[in-house]
């Protein structure tokens, strides 16, 4: 029985196309190939260029650069499709070009023909450098700095947790340049070619989620990069940095839509086949509930979701919007695994199982792009402010 969870009643038309491709996709390469990347740990090279042949893969940068210029609601809605099948595989498919839509939109025609273009013609993949080993939710804390050294900026400092910090042909990299009182305007974004003298990076400790994924440690040590590869203006960064994530966080919204539907998929299948006390473990009426509660949370998460898309897109309030899809949607993920696991019985910890999967990948998007404690506080406060 199929529950048809991500029904594309929801979905605006003009993404449906592109949704029904991300599906079929997941279903022929991510899907089967989900736990040997989890076992492996490896880095799904070829799935990505599966996904770079497919049109799939930094799509969302504009056509007058190579790419499809695929919006906010068509991103989302390939993102649950690749979630659903596998979150770790999904997240290096979707990391190609993190942060790169800043330079489509604040960089100059030169840094768009020499940086952006590759990323949308799948020649180069790319990451965006933010968090550092010390500091993670506090955006305008960050230590590492950019110092002005004649037609020079020098990079010294550390990140931490960079998707593709070591896969990666260049990064955005987010460093302080000012010391003003106002901490909002003291930073600025760099495009870093990872080959460049100072750049430094390795992989992180193994994850227990998301394992095919790869996150990095970076290290700056006097790294000089041109005062061409200033992204918009000195003192801008954390402003567009902020604009930026009003997408992202619609759309780690949608690996929360994914991974929620994974569990009820999952628990759906199980107790279903499951008997115990010689009849179905989906006979039982706490169990029917509770699987009544997950779709419940799910559907209003989604619905959620899909309209906060359409704020962000409108520019109507977007981050009180982008914080409620992502709280919202990330939380259900984590409630439906835990359910799912607790429907699973011991099953449930049998590391290969898919429920397993995704109940250790649930734990990742309520934390990353901004823990949902952050996003609460953006959602009590831009909530005041209507
Ligand atoms: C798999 C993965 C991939 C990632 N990819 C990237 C990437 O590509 N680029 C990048 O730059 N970063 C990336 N990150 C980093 C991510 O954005 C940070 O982990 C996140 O912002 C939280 O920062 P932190 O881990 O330093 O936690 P901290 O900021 O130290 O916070 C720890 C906890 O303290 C609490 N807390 C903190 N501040 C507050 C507050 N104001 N109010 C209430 N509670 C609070 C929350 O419970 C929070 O979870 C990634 C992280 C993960 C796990």
Redesign the pocket.
């Known amino acids: 029985m199929s529950l048809n969870l991500l029904s594309e009643d929801l979905v605006p038309e003009h993404a449906r196309d592109v949704k029904r491709e991300a599906r079929e996709f997941a279903e022929e390469h991510i899907a089967p190939n989900a736990e040997e990347y989890y076992r492996t740990g490896d880095y799904p090279w070829e799935i990505l260029e599966a996904g770079m042949d497919a049109g799939l893969v930094a799509q969302d940068i504009g056509e007058e650069y190579g790419g499809r210029g695929l919006d906010l609601e068509q991103i989302l809605a390939v993102a649950e499709e690749f979630y659903r099948a596998d979150a770790g595989i999904a997240l290096t498919l979707q990391?190609a070009s993190?942060g790169a839509e800043m330079l489509e939109q604040y960089g100059t025609d030169d840094q768009k023909e020499r940086y952006l273009r590759p990323v949308a013609e799948n020649d180069q993949i790319t990451?965006?450098?933010?968090?550092e080993p010390d500091?993670?939710?506090d955006l305008a804390g960050m230590h590492t700095t950019a110092e002005k050294d004649g037609d020079e900026y020098v990079l010294n400092g550390e990140?931490y947790?960079?998707?593709n910090g070591v896969e990666a042909d260049w990064v955005t990299v987010y460093a302080k340049t000012g010391d003003t009182d106002d901490r909002y305007m003291n930073y600025s974004l760099f495009v870093v070619p990872t080959d460049t003298d100072g750049y430094e990076a390795e992989h992180i400790p193994e994850?227990m989620g998301?394992r095919a994924?790869k996150?990095a440690h970076v290290v700056f040590d006097d790294c000089r990069i041109p005062e061409e590869n200033l992204i918009g203006s000195e003192g801008a960064g954390f402003m567009m940095l902020a604009d930026f994530f009003n997408h992202g966080r619609v759309v780690v919204g949608g690996h929360g839509l994914g991974l929620a539907a994974a569990a009820l998929e999952e628990a759906w299948a199980f107790v279903h086949e499951r008997e115990e006390f010689g009849r179905h473990v989906s006979d039982f009426q706490a169990v029917q509930h509770g699987l009544a509660d997950m779709r419940l949370e799910f559907e209003a998460a989604r619905a959620l979701n899909y309209r906060a898309a359409r704020k962000v897109e409108e520019y109507d309030n977007p981050g009180l919007w982008a914080a409620m899809a992502k709280t919202k949607s990330t939380e259900v993920a984590v409630d439906n695994a835990e359910q799912g696991m607790q429907f699973h019985g011991g099953r449930s910890i049998l590391t290969d199982r898919r429920i397993a999967r995704v109940y250790r990948d649930a734990r990742?998007p309520v934390?990353?792009?901004?823990?949902n404690?952050?996003q609460r506080?953006l959602i009590y406060r831009q909530s005041g402010e209507q």
């Open positions: 990391l993190f990451g965006l450098a933010v968090s500091v993670g939710s990140k947790w960079i998707g994850k998301m994924s996150q990742i934390i990353y792009e901004g823990a404690e952050i506080n």
